[in-house]
């Protein structure tokens, strides 16, 4: 039988294709999505693994063609045909990456704008209060090199999870809450609003603290201390993360949505759980030698069943909160607290001496 | 030149006696000025060094194999990745690639008797054995453990002397590198041999400009970074550590301002490797000379502006997120550009497939792999996914092992008959080659997934839903270890009992084939004129080239 060259090609770029396509919707490699935000990540996944099978099956099936079609045979001494380049094809294979990845890259920053990455407004709105403190903060606008400040006081920007009063008994008060320049607004980047949410405050505003090895959640509007994240499924978070000692990072797997938490600044992470369910919350960013155990849940739940956890808390809510808090993760406060204690302790005498005590204040 | 005679007493069948084989030894643990032995030193040591990371990535692999910590303490597995990381960057590729390669290879490519300057060129070498050393005493007063990243405020709080070593031996080690660049770039612009244009530079030389610039931009910076930081560590000041006030993100930026270009660093010297072996094997010209010696240099230039990527969920603004994002997608059209061109170098050959292809072969098809995901973690909304997870080890070490490690044993393979004066066993080659490539794949593919599902990386605790793919990975690293016998075997044997080598065992074009095997003191008794561009296989000139023999040594003996 007797094919011609082109309906040969025709085929397996066919075979491609198809392969390419079926691989991207079923590759089966990411664990359930569980928030808004995790769907149009994981369309952008889909279509980067449809483009990469096709690629890799290219690349592949190239190496492997030429490894049995191409070697010498044993008798053969002469050289290959003199072929120095080609430059129509070398046109070809530099113009189709680039407009390959020019779609990924459009494709991407869609996808990021969706999510709230981009959204300009976001850190003017978003600071949430401290735990039964009525003090709203107002920072500069993200884009305020591009956008004047509209706010009326820039510079009070301050960093709420870091003066929560939930939060006291563990914070290192030698960490100054960052004071970025008036100008560039606070610059610490953000999963923000999305486009439809725009402008618009979320729907519960949470402060989330690592410290190692554990996280902290407060509820500022009912003073709640948790070591779990309690979620309502389909309305708007906002969490206000920052660190305690060194850097962490918060991290849901099924959320797809990860940030830095860093001493001394805010980082804002905006975005809807859809599922109910239970998820782990991972520290993403080495923090330690217990890096791995730094882990809790997040427990998404419809808005009755979180309500009813807001009321038992509450009923429970006392001083001891946060002793209740630390004593569901495996370890005691004493225990935990003992590694940051010790090692920031002698910095933070050697530092008190270097910056006179006015560096704090005026961070209050 | 008293120093030739030993040079030839490998070459000559064995006459030389005991005097003269003690101080052919004896060469390679001085202060030789030699740019072939300096090549070789580099080559031994960075090899011996890659023996010790691989050892530390077993420990971390064998810790790994049960989701308790249960092998080794959290604080040393800590220590652990980070030295194996270092160990593996700073005292195997980089060295190997820039130092051994660069050493070695390049005064011979461009027909030059030496580099251009041999001092500094052994003060260069001389520093990594003690850099080396330094980071391995780091062990005994508590192992670095923060990473090879060293992020403050851990770095500043964890192991802080175990911290302070490494500091000071990145520095030694960093120095030395930016000692090479300067060599090299020198070296290449100025001591070409008659006729030897820029572009009609072997592709090796290019490669390594475009890193040696990077080196000579870059590692000052990572330079500054340590400094402060040890400032930080050592007297207290505040430039990282937020206690005092001071900004843990602009350690990243400057870290990454050199750390990024350092994967380019690593890779862009095995990119030109490549582009010697597959034509000389292809026994075809290279595809495309000039698209594959500039997308160097773009690869190059792009790799200094995308230094962020590594930073999309820590500390940059979001319009600059977008800016690195689309950088870092960009420099897959480069790079693509070298993929195909290598490709269709290959296509419709006559493929000998010796140990060097193979690798050569192996390295296209496993660096792929990792510049597919590579694309993918460019992505910022994907990236948040993925960052700091195993999907991201997947990723480095398929370009770092898949790419720059496949890489470095096809060029090993190639050179080896030049180096030694001696063959090396092809049957222990191909075993070797085998077993690196299922234990490499058997090793990494499964950590794409674990990092997808939700495993974050440098953790020696982890939950047991992952255990199974780490079980297969366990056994993946453990064939990849043994894998490393056959070779260690096939190069101690093949030193001494090897087939003695012809001077162009595989019939190159550049001038180190024209030349003996190993090369005389000063490599050529003429000064080499280009009398042909590098890669004409497939024209009469080329075929007279190779049966000419040695003629660049030969006039010597003659002479």
Known sequence: MNIPGSITTLLIGIGLTVISFWYGQNHGLLPVAASEEAVGIDNLFNLMVTIGTGLFLIVQGTLIYSFFKFRRQPDDDTDGPYVEGNIPLEILWTAIPAVIVLIIAVYSFEVYSRIGGLDPMAHSMAHAPATQQVAYGSGAAIAAPLVPPTDSNPHAAMVMAATDPATAAVRDETIPPAQDAPE???????????????????????????????????????????????????????????????????????????????????????????????????????????????????IAQTQADFDTWVQEQQVANSPDALKTAIAANPTTPDQFLAPFVQDLGINAAVVEQLHPAHLHASAH | MTQTVPEQAIVTPAHGGSTESKREWRKYISFSTDHKVIGIQYLVTSFIFYLIGGFLATLVRTELATPASDLVSPDLYNGLFTVHATVMIFLWIVPAATGAFGNYLIPLLIGARDMAFPKLNAVAFWMIPPGGILLMSSFFFGAPGSGWTSYPPLSLVDNQVGEAIWILSVLILGTSSILGGVNFIVTILKMRAPGMGLNQMPLFCWAMLAASCLILVSTPVLAGALILLSFDLIVGTSFFNPTGGGDP???????????????????????????????????????????????????SFLGLIVWAHHMFTSGTPPWLRMFFMINTMIIAVPTGIKVFSWLATIWGGKLRLNSAMLFAMGFI??????????????????????????????????????????????????????????????????????????????????????????????????????????????????????????????????????????????GGLTFEWQTTSPPPHENFAVDPVLLIAPYEYGTEEAKEIIKAGPFLATAAAEG
């Not at chain 1, 991290?251 to 830095?260: G, H, N």
């Not at chain 1, 599922?275 to 730094?294: F, N, P, S, T």
């Not at chain 2, 460019?378 to 480095?396: E, G, K, R």
Request: net charge neutral; aromatic share 14%.
């Open chain 2, 365 to 506: 098809s496993m660096f792929v792999i990792g510049g597919i995901s590579g694309v993918m973690v460019a992505s910022v909304p994907f990236d948040i996914h993925v960052h700091d997870t195993y999907f991201i080890v997947a990723h480095l070490h398929y370009v770092l092992f898949g790419g720059s490690v496949f890489g470095l044993y096809a060029g090993i393979y190639h050179w080896f008959p030049k180096m030694s004066g001696r063959m090396i066993n092809e049957k222990l080659g191909k075993a070797h080659f085998i077993l690196t490539l299922i234990g490499f794949n058997i090793c990494f593919l499964p950590m794409h997934k674990l990092g997808l599902e939700g495993m974050n990386r440098r953790i020696a605790d982890y939950d047991p839903k992952f255990a199974v793919l780490n079980v297969v990975s366990t056994i993946g690293a453990y064939i990849l270890a043994v894998s490393t016998f056959p070779f260690i075997f096939n190069v101690l044997y093949s030193i001494f009992k090897g087939e003695k080598a012809p001077s162009n065992p595989w």
């Open chain 2, 249 to 299: 993100i602009v350690y990243q930026h400057m870290f990454w301002f050199y750390s990024h270009p350092a994967v380019y660093i690593m890779i862009l010297p095995v990119f030109g490797l490549i582009s010697e072996i597959l034509p000389v094997h292809s026994r075809k010209p290279i595809f495309g000379y000039k698209a594959i010696a500039y997308s160097s240099f773009a690869i």
């Open chain 1, 184 to 298: 560039m607004g606070v610059t610490t980047p953000r999963i923000g609003a999305t486009p439809d949410n725009a402008g618009q405050s979320a729907a519960y505003q949470i402060n989330a603290t690592g410290l190692q090895f554990a996280w902290l959640f407060t509820y500022p509007d009912t003073g709640i201390v948790a070591g779990e994240l309690h979620v309502p499924v389909g309305k708007e978070i906002l969490l206000n993360i920052s660190a305690n000692d060194v850097l962490h990072a918060f991290w849901v797997p099924e959320f797809r949505l990860k940030q830095d938490a860093i001493p001394g600044r805010q980082s804002e992470l905006r975005f809807t759980p859809s599922k109910i369910g239970e998820y782990d919350v991972i520290c993403a960013e080495l923090c330690g030698a217990y890096h791995g155990v730094m882990k809790t849940k997040v």
